[in-house]
């Protein structure tokens, strides 16, 4: 089984940039499927962005152009790089992991973003 | 965007009782319908996918039927554990999830 550690969130102002990691352990990284889906508080899931073996990558409208996933398989890690934040990306990014695109098979334990000035 | 509504929002049942989850798709999604659990502090589980497959280590009690626009996730027998909420979500089209259905204890 797959397990997926996420880092790099926290707390930034309004039209600032943070960028998430995903770290996976196990040896079939490089054909996964890796997404991020967040939760804002007390709300429910939004899937966010994919990023498929081949690097192919989809986004949600709502972060498109202002978010990019990609992923480093030499060390078993995807990104997430959030520019132009706004209040409403608030919320706990899921790292998830899957052998079958828009599935979440293995999920991380989340890591929060809050964007507030 | 394809929509996804479950019903109801809350059930409220005793432990031992048959629970019954409703999701209704905006339009068909081909089968790629898929249910999660999430407790209180906890990422989601995968329970089922594609309807009616359990994920690896699910107890049978839980099992998804369904076609076209209507899913339905059915627990036999809650179990203590069993109370959380319950998200639909289809991967046909972008994915999108329903709002959740809470199960909690009568």
């Known amino acids: 089984e797959v397990q997926l550690v996420e880092s790099g969130g926290g707390l930034i102002q309004p039209g600032g940039s943070l960028r998430l990691s995903c770290a996976a352990s196990?040896?079939?990284?490089?054909?996964?499927?890796i997404s991020w889906v967040r939760q804002a508080p007390g709300k429910g899931l939004e899937w966010v962005t994919i990023?498929?073996?081949?690097?192919?990558?989809f986004y949600a409208d709502a972060v498109k152009g202002r978010f990019t996933i990609s992923r480093d398989n030499s060390k078993n890690r995807v990104f997430l790089q959030m520019d132009a934040l706004r209040v409403d990306d608030t919320a706990l990014y899921f790292c998830?992991?899957?052998?079958?695109?828009?599935?979440?098979?293995?999920w991380g334990q989340g890591t929060p973003v809050s964007v507030s000035s | 965007e394809v929509v996804l509504t479950q019903s109801p929002a809350t059930l409220s049942l005793f432990p031992g009782e048959r629970a019954t989850l409703s999701c209704r798709a905006s339009?068909?999604?081909?089968?790629?319908l898929v249910w999660y659990q999430q407790k209180p502090g906890q990422a989601p589980r995968l329970l089922i996918y594609?309807?009616?497959n359990r994920a690896t280590g699910i107890p049978p009690r839980f099992s998804g039927s369904g076609s076209g626009t209507d899913f339905t996730l059915t627990i036999s027998s809650l179990e203590p554990e069993d109370f959380a909420v319950y998200y639909c979500?289809?991967?046909?089209?972008?994915?999108?999830f329903g709002q959740g259905t809470k199960v909690d204890i009568k």
């Open positions: 990023i498929y073996p081949d690097d192919r990558t």
């Open positions: 594609e309807t009616s």
């Open positions: 196990g040896n079939s990284f490089n054909i996964l499927f």
């Open positions: 979500q289809q991967g046909y089209y972008w994915p999108t």
């Open positions: 339009q068909s999604v081909n089968g790629y």
């Open positions: 998830v992991g899957s052998d079958m695109p828009n599935r979440g098979d293995f």
